[in-house]
């Protein structure tokens, strides 16, 4: 297992502004996951954070509104970049190995206004 | 493509009931599944996972079970109570190959479950 800690756990701003979330896991991992679940939605995978090389993005999302950082092998920042209201989730840091499970962070809840 | 369905969308029961939650997949190549639970406005807490080769498993109150060749999957809880009360999401992990499967999930939308005392 993993225990994963995010934050912030909720925020409140602006439109126009950005936020970035950290994400720390107590184990090395070659992945991390990052998720928007909009409201009353499921979740949606972002992108994979891979250390050492660029982010890869699912489609619909892109690196200018969502950069990734990952400099080392426990740690990744997701931005959310230029908000607008329709950026209002909850984004949630993930890692996961096919025989043990997936794990998340407490997650972050955005409000833009 | 594969796609998670879960229902019901909301299920309301009164503390002491056993349940019964459903999760069905479109596509039976998958390496794993996953039942989570998560509480409002937080993350996701893992409550069983399935291989693809087992048939069930369970974890205290909670069973659950796997028919990959129909599909489906059920998250059974016995006795509820109301810090049950949550909303219950399965996920699945697609097959790579022979091999291995993905760590990219799939998830359904969840079903809301309240336990009334």
């Known amino acids: 297992s993993a225990v994963i800690s995010q934050k912030p756990s909720r925020d409140i701003c602006q439109r126009g502004t950005s936020l970035t979330i950290q994400c720390q896991v107590d184990s090395q991992v070659t992945m991390m996951f990052w998720y928007r679940q909009q409201p009353g939605q499921s979740l949606t995978l972002i992108a994979t954070?891979?250390?050492?090389?660029?982010?890869?993005?699912e489609s619909g999302f892109v690196i200018d509104k969502f950069p990734i950082s990952r400099p080392n092998l426990t740690f990744s920042t997701l931005t959310v970049s230029n908000m607008s209201p329709e950026d209002s989730s909850i984004y949630l840091c993930?890692?996961?190995?096919?025989?043990?499970?997936?794990?998340f962070g407490q997650g972050t809840r955005l409000t833009v206004v | 493509k594969q796609e998670v369905t879960q229902i019901p969308a909301a299920l309301s029961v009164p503390e002491g009931e056993n349940l019964v939650l459903n999760c069905s997949f479109t596509?039976?190549?998958?390496?794993?599944l996953q039942w989570f639970r998560q509480d409002p406005g937080k993350g996701l807490t893992s409550l069983l996972l399935i291989q693809s080769s087992q048939r069930e498993q369970t974890s205290g109150r909670l069973n659950a079970s796997l028919d990959k060749s129909s599909g489906r999957s059920t998250l059974y809880i016995a006795a509820s109570q109301p810090g049950d009360s949550a909303t219950y999401l399965c996920a699945v992990g697609p097959r790579l190959n022979k091999q291995g499967g993905s760590e990219k999930l799939v998830f359904g939308k969840g079903t809301k479950l309240t336990v009334n005392p």
């Open positions: 596509d039976s190549a998958i390496y794993n």
């Open positions: 993930s890692v996961a190995w096919p025989d043990v499970g997936a794990f």
């Open positions: 954070a891979n250390q050492g090389s660029e982010a890869t993005y």
